[in-house]
């Protein structure tokens, strides 16, 4: 019980901590601002969902099945 006190008192102030000084980092390492630093990601992050939802309904199995189906259908 003490061991689950003290992991979540270290993850609720250090997670919060690196993050902050990643996004820092990585500011200073591009030369650009911390603001346009995380807006940017955002941005990465949105992209990133919207094609693997874009390619995850292309590549649905029940999809992909029924287009194997018709295409045996097509065939015979």
């Given amino acids: ?14 997670v919060p901590w690196l993050v902050k000084f990643a996004t820092r980092m990585l500011a200073r390492q591009l030369n650009m601002p911390e603001p346009l630093v995380h807006s940017t990601g955002d941005f990465v992050v949105a992209q990133v969902l919207a094609f693997e939802h874009s390619v995850g309904k292309s590549l649905c199995p029940f999809r992909l099945a029924a287009l194997v189906r018709a295409w045996w259908r097509g065939v015979r």
Wanted: hydrophobic letters at 65%; a neutral charge; zero cysteines.
């Fill in 1 to 14: 019980m003490i061991a689950l006190l003290l992991y979540r008192t270290l993850a609720d102030h250090l």
